[in-house]
């Protein structure tokens, strides 16, 4: 299994309103996609900055393929609409990860 995370550090004035965007509407559109199977959603205990808080979304696909398709078709769209809702009051990066077993 392969893991698309997404770690986003939100600025606390806005953490309500992204996290409910992200549940509601962003979440459920990557879904829509069909090239994650799941997905969960952490919230990264760790601060460093006393005026954000960080978000962790794993979305796991089966195969290299389904995520290099995502990126390549879908992403970009995806990605415009959280910076033209929330601008630089949320800020991601983005890391793949593969299963150790």
Known sequence: ML??????GVDKAIEKEWLRWMKETHIPDVMRTKLFVSHRLYKVLTTHDENSVSYAIQYA????????????????????EVTKKFG????????????VV
């Open 3 to 8: 893991i698309y995370n997404v770690t986003t």
């Open 61 to 80: 696909a089966h195969s290299l393929n389904e995520i290099d398709h995502y990126i390549e078709k879908f992403a970009p769209a995806l990605r415009e």
């Open 88 to 99: 630089e009051k949320a800020v991601s990066f983005r890391t793949l990860l593969e299963e």
